[in-house]
C-alpha cells in the first residue's frame, strides 16, 4: 500500500479493519455510494464498467474532505494520494460488484436502507406550505391544537389526617347539610376542616388542578355542573365538597392565534408522513412473504458471549 | 383521553407566542410557589446515550415529554409522564456533542468526514466498541480534533441553544440553555451540568472535559462567562461514585492545598449538587451516621466504567461535606460546601421515569425492558436492578420563568425528592413562636421574620433558632411518615450530627430515652406488590427549637420528609413478570424529600467565647515537638494508650497491639458500642479491630478505604496528638497506661 494513501494514515486500531478485505471492499461502497448521490448528482457521464472517470469537481470534494480533517489544504503529493486511493476504492468496488460481496451483506443492507430513509425525509422537508393549504390543513385536524378548557371552583375540605376513616361520612353528612341549606353558595370554613393550600381556584388548567390535586380529581372536577354542591369527591388530599363557579371548555383557537405552531406542526408531520408513503409506495412493489412469528421457537435459541467490559 | 388532550395542547399552544410578549403570562407570588423540574437528562445527542441505542429522540423530544407528549422509548414503546413538568433543562455530554448522531446521518456535513466512518453504528458490537473508544479520548483528554472543531461542535450547540428557546413558555413551563461536562478522571465521577440563566449571551461552544478535567478550571471558565454578563451556575451530581474527590478538604483537583480562595469560587459557581437520581444517593451513607436509620437508602457502591475497585466513601457524601464545610468556615473563613440541594435523573433515554410504578430504566437498551432488568446480569459490571427511580426537583419561585427559577436555585431555595412530589417548606429564624405556623398566611411571616431553605441566620445572641417545617403529600403517592430536622455542627475541626424527628403521623410515641419515634409501619403485600394509605399523614407541621444549641458553634439544619413504605420499583417488576423480587435490593423504598440546609455563623464574639482545642501550630509555637517514627513505635507499640478527646471530653483507651492491630478497649470507662469501635481515636466509623502502621512520623489507621493520620506531639512531659482531617487542631492528650 503506497505510503501517502489516505487510509493508512489513520491510527492503528484501524489497521484491523484495513487487513479484512471484506470490510475494506464494503467501507469502499460505502463511501462511494453516499459520495455518488449526494454529490455529484449531474456530472458523471452514464457509467461503463470499464470506465473510471473522475471530474474536477470529484477531486475538489476529495480535497475538502482532506482539509476538515488536517486543517490544511494537500499538497501535491497527497492530492495525488488521495487520487490514486479513490481509483483504487472504485477499481475495487466495481469488482466486488461484479463477484455479488454486497448481496447478503448485513452491513450494506442496513446502511442502504438507513440512506433511502433519509432521502424519503428530506424531499418532503424541502416544501413550504402555502397559507390556504395550512388553513386546510387546521381545519382538519384543529382538535390537536385545542387550548385546555379553564375551571373556577370553591372547595369544602375533609381531612384524613384529622377524620381517619370517617373522613368520606362527614363529607356525605355535610353535603346533606348544605342541600338544606338556603344559603349554601356562601359555604365557607364552617363546614370541613382547613385546607393547607386554597380555598377557591380561578380560571386553571386540568394540569394546575391536577398538579395540587391528583389528575383524577381534576378530571372529576371537569365533568362537574356547575352551581350546586357535589361530592364527595376523593383527592390525593382527602375528600371534598366542589361548588364549579364556571367552566370554560376546552377549545379549538382561531387560526391567526397559532399559525406559527400550525406551520411547525405541519412540517413535521409532513416529514413522518413522507416517510411512510415513501415506504408503502415502495412496499406495494413486492409481494412479501414470511411465516407468522408465532411459527419459531425462540426458547433454544442461547444468546452470543457478553463482550468484555474494561 | 380527552383530558389527556387538552395537556397535550396546553404545551404545544405556548410555543406559538414566544417573542410577542411572554411576561403577559407570568404572574408574580411574593409568597412563592414549587415549581418541579428536571436539571439532568440525556438525548440521542450524547455520545453515549445514542451508542446505548437511543438513536431517534432529542431535545425537542425530551421537552415534548417533560410538557406530557407520549414519545418512544429506545426500546420501542410509548411512554409518557404522569405529571407533566413546569421546568427542564436538558443536559447533552459537550463532549463529541451530537456528533455521534449526525455522522450516523447520511444527509449531515459530519457524516462525509472520514472520521464518521468509525463513528457509525452498524452492529450490536460496534455500541460497546465506540463508546470505548469515545470514552477514552475523553478520560485519557486526547480528543479527537475533528470532533470538537468549532464547525462540527459549534453546528449542534446553536441547535441546542435554539431548541431550548422553542420550547419557553414563560409563565407555563421553563426551559434552560444546559449542558454536562463529563470529567471522569480515573473512572472517579466529577461530573457537573451547566445551566445558563438566558440564551442571549451562551458562548459559541461550551467548556468541555476536552479542556480541561478538573473543575477549577471549569470555574474560572464560568467566571469569565459571567464577567461577560452570561450569568450560569454547576450542579454537582454522583458525589456517591467520586471515590472521595468530589468533597475534598485538604487539596484540590490539582493538588493543590485548599484555601479560601478555591473555597470562594466553587460556592459561587456551584451551589447546588444532586441528592438523588438513578445512579443512586448521596445524602450519607450508614458508615458515616451510623446512628441515622434512615441513612441506608439507595446506597450504590460503584465506579463508571465498573471497575472493580470499593469507591473511597468519605468526600463522597453531602451530609459529611456540610459537616466539613462549617470547618473549614470556622478555619479558612469560606465554606466551600454551602450546598443546596435538587433531586434529578441522569436518564440517556430522552423520557424519565420518576415513578416505582412506571420505571422502564435510564440507558437505552441496556435496561429497557423489565426481563432484562431482573435478569441479574450486569452491564459494565453494574446490576440493573440497583438502580433508582429519578429523582426530581423542587424550586421555590415568584413565577415560572428563566429569571425566577434560576434565582431561586442561586438562593438555594429548592429541594430534591426520590422522584415524587413532597411539597416542603423550611424556616428558620429567632422570633419564631409556637404558633407561628397556625395562620393562614403563616408563611408571610415566615418570610418576613425568617430566612428560608438555603439561607442564613442572622447574628443573634442569647437564644437558640427556631425552625418552621411543613410538607404535603404527593397526592399520586404514599402518605407522609415523618419530617426530620438533620443537624450538623463542628468544634475543633471534628464534626458531628443528630437527627430530630419533629413531626409523625398517626399516634406514636418517641422514645422517652432517644427521642426516636417508632416505625410508621408498613401496608406493603409483597406478591400483589401494593400498598395502602391506611398509615400516615397528608400534612405535616412543626414549630421546632434546636434544643442543644451553642450559639459558639457553627452548624446547619435541614429537614428530611420520609414516605410510608411502598413498593420497589424491583417488586413491582417482579409481580408483573410473575417472579421473585431480586435479593440484593430492599423489596420497599421510603420515597423522600430532602430541603437544602439553613446556616448558622457564629459571630466573632461568640466564637471567642467558644472553648476550644489546642492547634497545631500553637503547640509548635510553645516549643513542641513531633515524635519520630522511633519515638511512636516506643510509646504505642505493645501498649494501651489513655486517650483524652478534648473536643468532647470523651476518654478512651486503646490497644496498639504487635501485630499491627489496634482496638479500643474502653470508652468513658464502659465496653465500646458498634459504633465506636473502628475509631483511630475519635467516634464515627464503624468498624472491627483495624490495622495501624507507623511510619514518615506518624501512625496511619485505615477505615472505609480512607487512611487517617495521627501526629504526636511532646511538649514538656505531656502528649498531644492532631488527626488528619481535623483542619490543624490536635484534639488528644495521650498518656500511657502504666502495664
Keep these: ?310 | 383521553m380527552r383530558f389527556r388532550a387538552a395537556l397535550l395542547s396546553t404545551a404545544l399552544i405556548g410555543a406559538a407566542f414566544v417573542g410577542e410578549s411572554p411576561l403577559a403570562f407570568a404572574q408574580q407570588n411574593p409568597e412563592r410557589d414549587v415549581f418541579f423540574g428536571q436539571t439532568h437528562v440525556h438525548t440521542s445527542w450524547s455520545f453515549d446515550a445514542y451508542i446505548f441505542g437511543n438513536t431517534l429522540t432529542g431535545p425537542e423530544e425530551a421537552y415534548k415529554y417533560a410538557l406530557g407528549e407520549p414519545i418512544k422509548h429506545p426500546a420501542g414503546y410509548m411512554v409518557q409522564i404522569k405529571s407533566p413538568l413546569d421546568f427542564q433543562a436538558v443536559t447533552d455530554h459537550s463532549e463529541y456533542a451530537g456528533t455521534v448522531r449526525l455522522a450516523n446521518d447520511p444527509s449531515s456535513a459530519i457524516s462525509k468526514l472520514p472520521i464518521a466512518e468509525k463513528l457509525k453504528v452498524k452492529s450490536k458490537e460496534d455500541i460497546q466498541k465506540i463508546y470505548l473508544w469515545l470514552g477514552t479520548t475523553i478520560t485519557k483528554n486526547e480528543p479527537i480534533k475533528e470532533l470538537v472543531s468549532p464547525e462540527v461542535a459549534g453546528t449542534v450547540w446553536k441547535q441546542v441553544v435554539a431548541i431550548a428557546d422553542k420550547y419557553y413558555q414563560p409563565g407555563k413551563f421553563t426551559t434552560f440553555v444546559a449542558y454536562e461536562w463529563t470529567s471522569t478522571p480515573a473512572n472517579r465521577n466529577m461530573h457537573r451540568n451547566i445551566i445558563f440563566l438566558d440564551s442571549k449571551k451562551v458562548p459559541d461552544l461550551p467548556f468541555s472535559s476536552i479542556d480541561s478535567t478538573h473543575p477549577e478550571d471549569l470555574w474560572t471558565w464560568m467566571d469569565g462567562q459571567r464577567e461577560a454578563g452570561n450569568e450560569l451556575l454547576a450542579i454537582s451530581h454522583n458525589a456517591n461514585l467520586s471515590d472521595g474527590i468530589m468533597f475534598p478538604i485538604d487539596v484540590d483537583n490539582k493538588g493543590r492545598p485548599i484555601d479560601a480562595a478555591w473555597a470562594q469560587q466553587r460556592i459561587l459557581n456551584e451551589p447546588l449538587t444532586e441528592i438523588q437520581q438513578l445512579k443512586g444517593a448521596s445524602e450519607t451513607h450508614p458508615a458515616l451516621s451510623p446512628d441515622d436509620e434512615f441513612a441506608g437508602h439507595e446506597i450504590l457502591t460503584y465506579l463508571l466504567g465498573g471497575i472493580d475497585r470499593a469507591p473511597r466513601i468519605h468526600g463522597s457524601y453531602i451530609r459529611e461535606a456540610y459537616q466539613n464545610g462549617l470547618a473549614m468556615q470556622e478555619t479558612l473563613g469560606h465554606n466551600p460546601y454551602k450546598l443546596g440541594v435538587v433531586g434529578a435523573s441522569d436518564s440517556h433515554n430522552t423520557a424519565i421515569s420518576y415513578s416505582e410504578s412506571n420505571f422502564f430504566g435510564g440507558h437505552g437498551l441496556m435496561d429497557g425492558t423489565a426481563e432484562v432488568r431482573l435478569s441479574g446480569k450486569k452491564e459494565a459490571n453494574l446490576d440493573m436492578a440497583l438502580l433508582s427511580t429519578s429523582g426530581l426537583a423542587g424550586v421555590w419561585a415568584e413565577e415560572n420563568t428563566r429569571e425566577a427559577i434560576f434565582a431561586g436555585m442561586q438562593r438555594k431555595e429548592t429541594f430534591g425528592t426520590s422522584g415524587v412530589r413532597i411539597k416542603v417548606r423550611l424556616f428558620g429564624g429567632w422570633d419564631f413562636g409556637p404558633d407561628a405556623a397556625n395562620d393562614n398566611d403563616w408563611v408571610k411571616t415566615a418570610y418576613a421574620q425568617g430566612v428560608p431553605m438555603g439561607g442564613d441566620l442572622p447574628a443573634m445572641a442569647g437564644k437558640a433558632p427556631t425552625f418552621i417545617v411543613w410538607a404535603v403529600k404527593d397526592p399520586e403517592d404514599g402518605n407522609l411518615d415523618r419530617i426530620q430536622i438533620i443537624k450538623g455542627w463542628t468544634k475543633s475541626g471534628q464534626i458531628f450530627e443528630k437527627v430530630y424527628d419533629v413531626a409523625w403521623s398517626d399516634d406514636r410515641q418517641p422514645d422517652p430515652a432517644t427521642g426516636r419515634v417508632p416505625p410508621v409501619g408498613n401496608t406493603v403485600d409483597i406478591a400483589n406488590a401494593t400498598y395502602a394509605n391506611s398509615i400516615g399523614s397528608v400534612e405535616l407541621k412543626a414549630v421546632w427549637t434546636d434544643p442543644a444549641f451553642d450559639p459558639a458553634l457553627n452548624a446547619f439544619y435541614y429537614a428530611r420528609v420520609l414516605q410510608i413504605p411502598t413498593p420497589r420499583w424491583t417488586t413491582i417488576q417482579a409481580h408483573q413478570l410473575g417472579q421473585v423480587p431480586p435479593s440484593n435490593v430492599p423489596l420497599t423504598v421510603q420515597e423522600r424529600a430532602w430541603s437544602s440546609p439553613i446556616w448558622y455563623t457564629p459571630s466573632d464574639d461568640a466564637r471567642k467565647s467558644a472553648t476550644r482545642s489546642v492547634m497545631v501550630a500553637e503547640l509548635q509555637q510553645q516549643g513542641a515537638v513531633a515524635l519520630d517514627d522511633a519515638q511512636l513505635k516506643e510509646l504505642v507499640v505493645g501498649k494501651t494508650l489513655k486517650v483524652r478527646n478534648t473536643a468532647t471530653g470523651q476518654a478512651f483507651e486503646i490497644l496498639y497491639g504487635t501485630d499491627g492491630r489496634r482496638l479500643i478497649t474502653n470508652v468513658d470507662g464502659r465496653q465500646p458500642e458498634a459504633g465506636e469501635l473502628g475509631d483511630v481515636l475519635h467516634s464515627g466509623e464503624l468498624g472491627a479491630p483495624a490495622f495501624y502502621e507507623i511510619g514518615n512520623g506518624r501512625i496511619t489507621t485505615t477505615l472505609g478505604n480512607a487512611p487517617f493520620d495521627v501526629t504526636v506531639y511532646k511538649l514538656a512531659d505531656k502528649y498531644v496528638a492532631a488527626r488528619s482531617s481535623e483542619f490543624g487542631y490536635a484534639n488528644y492528650e495521650l498518656e500511657p497506661v502504666a502495664p
Excluded at chain 1, 31 to 56: C, H, M, N, W
Excluded at chain 1, 109 to 134: G, I, V, Y
Excluded at chain 1, 192 to 204: A, E, H, K, L
Design chain 1, 1 to 310: 500500500m503506497p505510503d501517502d494513501h489516505a487510509a493508512a494514515r489513520r491510527p492503528t486500531s484501524l489497521n484491523r479493519w484495513l487487513r479484512e478485505p471484506l470490510l475494506l471492499f464494503v467501507a469502499a461502497g460505502i463511501v462511494l455510494f453516499a459520495g455518488y448521490s449526494a454529490l455529484q448528482p449531474a456530472a458523471a457521464p452514464e457509467e461503463a464498467p470499464d470506465r473510471i472517470e473522475l471530474t474536477k469537481d470529484d477531486l475538489r470534494q476529495l480535497a475538502v474532505a482532506w482539509t476538515a480533517q488536517w486543517k490544511r489544504p494537500p499538497t501535491m503529493q497527497e492530492m495525488q494520494g488521495l487520487i490514486d486511493g479513490k481509483v483504487r476504492e472504485e477499481i475495487l468496488y466495481r469488482e466486488a460488484l461484479a463477484m455479488g460481496l454486497d448481496r447478503d451483506d448485513t452491513i450494506v443492507k442496513r446502511r442502504l436502507a438507513q440512506k433511502m430513509e433519509f432521502l424519503a425525509e428530506d424531499m418532503s422537508a424541502l416544501r413550504d406550505p402555502s397559507t390556504d393549504e395550512l388553513k386546510a390543513w387546521f381545519a382538519a385536524s384543529g382538535e390537536r391544537f385545542a387550548l385546555p378548557g379553564r375551571v373556577s371552583f370553591r372547595h369544602l375540605y375533609f381531612s384524613p389526617d384529622r377524620r381517619g376513616s370517617g373522613t368520606v361520612h362527614a363529607a356525605t353528612a355535610a353535603l346533606r347539610e348544605l342541600e338544606s341549606s338556603p344559603g349554601a353558595s356562601a359555604a365557607t370554613g364552617a363546614f370541613g376542616d382547613p385546607f393547607m393550600f386554597q380555598w377557591f381556584y380561578g380560571d386553571r388548567s386540568p394540569k394546575e388542578v391536577a398538579d395540587v390535586f391528583g389528575a383524577e380529581f381534576a378530571h372529576r372536577v371537569f365533568a362537574l355542573t356547575p352551581g350546586s354542591w357535589q361530592g364527595p369527591i376523593e383527592s390525593g388530599l382527602g375528600w371534598h365538597l366542589v361548588w364549579v363557579d364556571s367552566i370554560a371548555p376546552s377549545r379549538v383557537p382561531a387560526f391567526d392565534e397559532v399559525e406559527p405552531l400550525v406551520r411547525s406542526e405541519w412540517l413535521d408531520e409532513q416529514r413522518a408522513a413522507a416517510k411512510e408513503t415513501a415506504f408503502e409506495a415502495m412496499r406495494a412493489r413486492y409481494d412479501v412473504f414470511v411465516p407468522a412469528a408465532s411459527t419459531l421457537d425462540v426458547s433454544g435459541i442461547a444468546a452470543p458471549q457478553e463482550t468484555a467490559s474494561r
